[in-house]
């Protein structure tokens, strides 16, 4: 397993592009599967998770081709296969993604449950029990949902009991080839499910509501193919500021949009960050000030995002004061609060609640990620920490973030990748 070793200390200044969003990526490379006609997706991240759904279109017998400049053209037309099979969906939970489109187009899908992760159990209910009121007949066996539509789904009204970002999105792929009209009530309204809705549109679908909570689709007999881009990566960009946040220095994240995270720039505002913004680009400079402690809860968009959660927790470490960070989308959400603790940090979970007490200097210390977002909380106190610290199981990493080591290199950080084939 690879590691990653950080020399902390030094305050990150300079340019870093933003790379396509993973969480917009994932559903908008899964809705060719609805389309009569080749899709070109555009500023495609290079993330071991589009990787995998890549290999799970290719298993059902997709055409996938991988162009330059970040660029991959699907063709669903050559589907031979409609099972997303188990050692994939496994390690890419997203994959149930291919439900909804299958079942529309096909009429038919067998996709594995993708089981629990580490954050939480994470059920998929709320699509199923929507598929159903479209008239898919539902069996779930052997750790498989077999799904099986007689004709085409039909339109109904749907209402979540939670707000789901993948529950809206295998719904709203699934509409736009029902019978008749569909309403989605208490729909996700983060900037993900707008891009989808933008590529579904651009294929011919009739969308209306997307980015509110609630969407209508009127179904359509069929879409065409079409050209449409990824947008930015609000988590990354996130992740990015607060690096800058925490190591008092002054970065500016490019290819960014600015409207997609008004939550967080407004909680680094809070904590002493000075930031000016363009049409695509984000500047923060924290003019070599430690940060103040700032209290959030996490919440669905245009709330506080839960993927920033760690990144957040990681800044109130070194922050001046006390705060509070509640979690309320996912039960299991502070793995990295005794990896933070390892670099000196005061932080005490109780239940979806940690108070966290400022200290004026983290130290170096060896770590292990435990999740995706956690990871990068451990990049940030690794920045942040004096001395040098070695971060464990880095393919949680490398899941979400593209070319981690060369965009902080390019912003003064001192780190390198301990590979563990090569040991060097
Ligand atoms: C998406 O996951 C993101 N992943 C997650 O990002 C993100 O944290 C999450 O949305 C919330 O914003 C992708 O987009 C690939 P949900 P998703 O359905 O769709 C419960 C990252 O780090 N729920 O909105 O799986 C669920 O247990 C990842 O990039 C049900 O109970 O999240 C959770 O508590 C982590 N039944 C809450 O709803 C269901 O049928 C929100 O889950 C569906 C969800």
């Not at 009530?185 to 590529?199: F, G, K, M, T």
């Not at 170096?364 to 977002?373: E, G, H, I, K, S």
Request: charged share 20%; hydrophobic share 45%; with cysteine.
């Amino acid at each position: 397993m690879d590691k990653l070793l950080i020399s902390g200390g030094r305050a990150l200044r300079g340019e870093v592009r933003i790379s396509g969003a993973k969480n917009a990526a994932l559903p908008l490379l899964v809705s060719p599967l609805l389309a009569d006609g080749v899709v070109t997706i555009g500023n495609v991240p290079h993330l071991q998770d589009v990787t995998t759904i890549l290999q799970v279109l290719g298993r059902m017998g997709v055409t996938v081709t991988m162009m330059e400049n970040n660029q991959v053209e699907i063709d669903a037309r050559t589907l031979t296969s409609a099972v997303a099979p188990y050692e994939l969906v496994r390690t890419m939970r997203a994959s149930i993604l291919v439900l909804g489109p299958l079942l529309a187009r096909h009429g038919e899908a067998s996709v594995s449950l993708p089981g629990g992760c580490a954050i939480g159990s994470r059920p998929v209910d709320q699509h199923l029990k929507a598929l159903v009121a479209m008239g898919a007949d539902i069996r779930v066996e052997n750790g498989y949902v077999h799904g099986k539509v007689n004709g085409r789904l039909k339109g109904t009204r749907l209402v979540f009991d939670m707000v789901t970002v993948g529950g809206t999105e295998n719904i709203l792929m699934a509409a736009t080839l029902a019978e008749g009209t569909t309403v989605i009530e208490n729909a996700a309204r983060e900037p993900e499910i707008v891009n989808l809705a933008d590529i579904l549109k651009a294929m011919g679908a009739k969308i209306e509501g997307a980015g509110t909570d609630t969407i209508t689709v009127h179904g359509v007999e069929s879409l065409h193919g079409c050209t449409h881009d990824v947008i930015p990566d609000r988590i990354e960009t996130g992740s990015y500021l607060c690096a800058a946040a925490m190591t008092g220095g002054h970065v500016r994240t490019t290819a960014a949009d600015p409207k997609q995270l008004d939550a967080v720039l407004l909680k680094l505002q809070e904590a002493g960050a000075v930031i000016t913004t363009g049409p695509d680009w984000i500047d923060l400079d924290m003019q070599g000030r430690r940060p103040k402690a700032v209290s959030f809860r996490t919440a669905p968009h245009p709330a506080f995002p839960t993927d920033m959660q760690a990144q957040f927790m990681a800044l109130n470490t070194i922050a001046e004061g006390t705060s509070t960070i509640a979690e309320t989308i996912f039960e299991n959400r502070f793995m990295h609060v005794p990896e933070l603790c390892r670099f000196g940090a005061k932080v005490a979970v109780d239940g979806h609640t940690a108070i966290v007490t400022g200290v004026e200097k983290l130290q170096a210390a060896p770590v292990m990620a435990t999740d995706l977002r956690a990871s990068m909380s451990l990049v940030l106190a690794g920045l942040a920490a004096e001395g040098d610290t070695v971060i464990d199981r880095l393919y949680h990493m490398d899941r979400g973030y593209e070319r981690l080591e060369e965009k902080l290199a390019g912003l003064g950080a001192q780190l390198r990748r301990i590979s563990a084939r090569s040991g060097s």
